[in-house]
């Protein structure tokens, strides 16, 4: 199986910085796309931020500019660099990444972390 494990969240001001990192290890034979998704109060959760096995990115409008996604695919790690913190990015912050568990699985499957909670706030 794949476990997903996500780090890295805490309380923060407003205009600070965090860094959240995500772990995926087990059955894994190639991994394609990995991303952040939060949920916030109130709201369906929405991802905020994906990169794909060739390296492309995509963000959420409230989020360019101020946060950078990146992944190590060789280590199974994603990072999530957040910037300029406001208090509406609070919530929680899922990791999920979408693999092939072996050379013969013709469609990926979806496996997701527990979660990390981001609190911005004075």
């Known amino acids: 199986q794949v476990q997903v494990v996500e780090s890295g969240g805490g309380l923060v001001q407003p205009g600070g910085s965090l860094r959240l990192s995500c772990r995926a290890s087990?059955?894994?034979?190639?991994?394609?796309?990995m991303a952040w998704r939060r949920q916030a109060p109130g709201n369906e959760r929405e991802v905020v931020a994906s990169?794909?096995?060739?390296?492309?990115?995509n963000y959420e409008d409230s989020v360019k500019g101020r946060f950078t996604i990146s992944r190590d695919i060789a280590n199974g790690m994603l990072y999530l660099q957040m910037n300029s913190l406001k208090p509406e990015d609070t919530g929680v912050y899922y990791c999920?990444?979408?693999?092939?568990?072996?050379?013969?699985?013709?469609?990926?499957?979806?496996?997701w972390g527990q979660g990390t909670q981001v609190t911005v706030s004075t």
């Open positions: 990169i794909t096995r060739d390296g492309n990115t």
């Open positions: 087990g059955s894994i034979f190639s991994i394609d796309t």
């Open positions: 999920y990444v979408d693999v092939l568990t072996t050379a013969t699985t013709r469609l990926l499957t979806r496996w």
